[in-house]
């Protein structure tokens, strides 16, 4: 769904805001956005029905519950089993332990990243998923030795417009 007006100024504060922190009350958020608070709720509830926010969530620290591993995982599909292709989508999208999936240029078709409480779980999953789905032919495996930076966060610019 796409948003029918561009983004003021304010839309970008407001925006900018609560994806640093979802928590902010109204009156902080209208004070970081130039408005009231109602103003503000008005604005929210109109970006949350166009599907300009989609959802609020919770960013968590992957250690803390027990998940100390953070891996990137580059899929190559076979090319003539496209008929394999949906149920693999529809495990990936279900699928916990998988934090992102996306479909790429490069060596491989799909990249996802990944959280796992270790080594051997990583193994037990990748077993699992290559048993469930004949269309992957290989995979590769990159382990995160240190986060630079953990968001989902958009970057907003003014004159910003929704295609």
């Not at 027990?66 to 699928?95: F, K, M, N, Y």
Request: glycine share 4%; hydrophobic share 45%.
């Amino acid at each position: 769904m796409s948003f029918p007006d561009p983004l003021s100024a304010s839309d970008i504060a407001l925006l900018t805001a609560v994806q640093e922190n979802a928590d902010l009350t109204l009156d902080q958020l209208a004070a970081r956005a130039g408005l009231s608070p109602s103003a503000v709720q008005r604005r929210l509830k109109k970006l949350r029905e166009a599907g300009v926010i989609q959802r609020t969530v919770a960013l968590l620290d992957p250690k803390a519950v027990g998940q100390s591993l953070s891996l990137i995982v580059e899929l190559e599909l076979e090319r003539d089993r496209h008929d394999l292709l949906p149920p693999l989508q529809q495990w990936i999208a279900r699928e916990g332990a998988i934090q992102n999936a996306w479909f790429v240029t490069g060596r491989g078709d799909l990249v996802l990243s990944m959280t796992a409480a270790s080594i051997e779980s990583f193994d037990a999953f990748m077993e699992r998923m290559l048993a469930e789905h004949r269309v992957i032919r290989k995979y590769t495996t990159s382990v995160v030795l240190k986060t630079l930076k953990r968001s989902l966060a958009v970057a907003l610019e003014p004159g910003f417009r929704q295609a």
